[in-house]
């Protein structure tokens, strides 16, 4: 016997779940691509994506992963020798780095470790001493996927400005984007990455590269950009190929169609109120398990957490031990442990991350929850017993 079988549920931070919408969107005979349908579908595609990003710039779409559009952001703005600011708060900006890196570019690094977020006056510290303006461009993750740290990035604007350091702010929001309140332009970003497979409930397999004007104007001297990567292209096309530089990745595109239907339907604000109350549950639960044992979320103060991802620290072994109890008693995939995230009192195996972004509600967060209360019980982990019903509380109240 097995309480496992029945409709699986995959509860990693993405690629997350896909609406039934969607795949039955996707679900169809290929289209023509070169006139029709699916022409103008896709250049409706643009102002919805950008009323989510909140800008009202430019967008270019790609056929690739987050990886994809790290790389199109750098090659577009960047040329080989130049200086970049990376800000670590987990595996995710250090990535991007490590990329930036192979492509030549020089990178300064502050790490700020797994449990932290951005510390601006480290940051203003280093735009301070950079004198001659050497930095072309500060890169930070609004969500890092690995600890789930939700960082400030309109902070981070701000200190740009107050030392009056010229470089380009870059964010990454492939974790975040329509989980977590960002606002582009408001907030001053010049480029914001992103993907379709978390947020925005679409497969893996398009990256999209929002920027401005300004980070345009640095294209004009980047010597690292290549046809294939080139923005510029994609934003206004005179012919449909040039919006792919080849062939539209179309029935992503009917999905993807579908899924910004699907938060226009909602309404953007009311998006971000559903994953921020039910990350509110979740760390309810989290909370009251810890006052009994060893599980703690691994970010303390909860005004820096993500709404769409919460990394825990379950005790030693407990993370492994409880994922593969929900998968063979539950029918849970939870969120592996990235490579960081653990520090000097804490192993890899200790933690487990779910991923609570995009097509998730109520129902779905409760069951982890609950299941997770359970798999504690059966497996002996000490925990605070009425972690459950301070989340159900979060939900009563809504
Ligand atoms: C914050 C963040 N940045 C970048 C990436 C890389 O995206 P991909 O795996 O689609 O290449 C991820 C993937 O999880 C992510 O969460």
């Not at 290549?226 to 992503?252: K, L, Q």
């Not at 299941?371 to 989340?391: D, R, V, Y």
Request: hydrophobic fraction near 40%.
């Amino acid at each position: 016997m097995s309480l496992a079988n029945g409709r699986h549920y995959l509860a990693i931070p993405g690629p997350s779940v896909m609406p039934d919408r969607v795949l039955q969107a996707m679900h169809r005979p290929a289209p023509n691509i070169y006139t029709g349908e699916l022409v103008e579908m896709t250049a409706s595609l643009v102002p919805d994506l950008k009323a989510i990003a909140r800008t009202d710039h430019n967008v270019a779409m790609y056929i690739a992963n987050g990886h994809g559009a790290w790389e199109a952001a750098l090659v577009n703005t960047l040329s080989r020798g130049d200086r970049i600011l990376i800000l670590g708060t987990g595996r995710f900006c250090l990535g991007w780095g490590e990329m930036a890196e192979a492509m030549g570019v020089d990178c300064q690094i502050i790490d700020f470790g797994p449990r932290s977020d951005i510390d601006m006056a480290r940051v203003a510290e280093a735009l301070e001493a950079d004198t001659e303006h050497r930095i072309k461009a500060v890169l930070a993750v609004q969500v890092d996927t690995s600890t789930s740290v939700k960082n400030d990035i309109q902070g981070l604007r701000e200190t740009l400005d107050a030392t009056g350091h010229p470089a380009l702010l870059f964010s990454d929001n492939i974790a975040c984007l329509a989980c977590d309140e960002f606002h582009m332009d408001d907030w001053g970003v010049d480029v914001m990455v992103t993907g379709s497979q978390k947020g925005l409930m679409t497969p893996p397999g398009m990256g999209f590269v929002f920027f401005n004007d300004k980070a345009d104007r640095a294209r004009e001297t980047a010597d690292l950009v290549t046809p294939y990567w080139d923005w510029r292209p994609r934003v206004t096309p005179e012919e449909y190929y040039r919006y792919f530089n080849g062939t539209a990745p179309t029935h992503h595109l009917y999905g993807l169609r579908t899924a910004l239907d699907m938060i226009v339907e909602e309404g953007l604000e009311n998006v971000w109120a559903r994953h921020a109350t039910l990350a509110r549950a979740i760390w309810a639960a989290i909370e009251v398990w810890g006052q009994a044992g060893p599980v703690r979320p691994n970010i303390a103060d909860r005004t820096k957490r993500s709404h769409a991802v919460t990394t825990i620290n379950f005790g030693p072994g407990n993370g492994q031990r409880l994922r593969d109890w929900m998968t063979a008693n539950a029918g849970v995939t939870l969120g592996i442990p990235l490579g960081g995230v653990e520090g000097r009192d804490a192993q890899k195996e200790d933690f487990l991350r779910i991923g609570h972004m995009g097509h998730v509600n109520a129902h779905m967060v409760l069951g982890v929850i609950a299941n997770l209360q359970a798999g504690m019980t059966a497996l002996q982990i000490p925990h605070g017993p009425t972690g459950l019903e301070a989340a159900v509380r979060i939900i009563a109240e809504g």
